[in-house]
């Protein structure tokens, strides 16, 4: 049974540019999030699809956007990088959005702005 | 607003000792709470939760944590610690009711060291 799995692992991009990062849900999950965990600290929430639909977001800037396919991948873009926004991004995974629902997460994609 | 926090960057203990890993949360409604472990330069673990029932949680290599509404608090503890188990936790709290009740709140992390 494939976990949550990540592309790409690692990647360095210059200020300004834009990345995508891409996500497979775990086998049978129907749900995926996004978290940012910067250097020393604890994951923080990006946004959440569902149904191909935004359905929740955290506190972040409209240049990070996402999308959810029908087979319920889904992939990360940020725009017009800074500095700032090097960290690990990490996937997760659910069967459905609900709030008990265990939360699985991949391996993450290092992304380091320069 | 909800909100997790884990008071100790870091906890140390000997091989064999018990060990706990301290977490206390705050949220609007009722608390779905949860632990992870992160192992250096790797993704999230998921090792136990809290939804509802018996306050004990038992979880994945021999994990337990204890939730205590009253404190609202989330411990996480093992009752013999392993060289292995050295890593950064993570406690979260997801809210069970309201608007923001797909995101979970991690706290900052505990680093825990077992020496042998």
């Known amino acids: 049974d494939a976990g949550v799995t990540q592309s790409p692992t690692h990647l360095i991009k210059t200020r300004g540019q834009q990345v995508t990062l891409r996500c497979s849900p775990k086998s049978g999950h129907d749900t995926v999030s996004w978290y940012q965990q910067a250097l020393g600290q604890g994951p923080q929430f990006i946004f959440q699809?569902?149904?191909?639909?935004?359905?929740q977001r955290g506190n972040f800037p409209d240049r990070f956007s996402g999308h959810q396919y029908p087979n319920y991948s889904s992939e990360l873009n940020v725009n017009a990088l800074l500095l700032g926004d090097s960290a690990l991004y990490l996937c997760?995974?659910?069967?459905?959005?609900?709030?008990?629902?265990?939360?699985?997460f991949g391996e993450g994609s290092w992304l380091t702005v320069v | 607003a909800q909100s997790v926090a884990q008071p100790e960057d870091q906890v140390n203990v000997a091989e064999g000792n018990p060990l706990t890993v301290k977490c206390t949360y705050s949220v609007s409604g009722n608390p779905y709470l949860f632990w992870y472990v992160q192992y250096p330069n790797r993704g999230l673990q998921f090792l136990l939760k809290?939804?509802?029932?018996?306050?004990l949680v038992k979880g994945s290599y021999g994990f337990e944590a204890e939730f205590n509404k009253s404190q609202t608090s989330f411990h996480l503890k093992k009752p013999s610690a392993l060289v292995s188990d050295s890593a950064l936790y993570f406690c979260?709290?997801?809210?069970?009711?309201?608007?923001?009740?797909?995101?979970?709140?991690f706290g900052r992390g505990t680093q825990l060291t077992v020496w042998p």
């Open positions: 699809y569902y149904e191909e639909e935004e359905r």
């Open positions: 809290y939804i509802t029932g018996d306050n």
């Open positions: 997760a995974s659910s069967l459905g959005p609900n709030a008990e629902a265990t939360i699985y």
């Open positions: 979260a709290v997801r809210d069970a009711g309201g608007s923001t009740l797909g995101r979970l709140y």
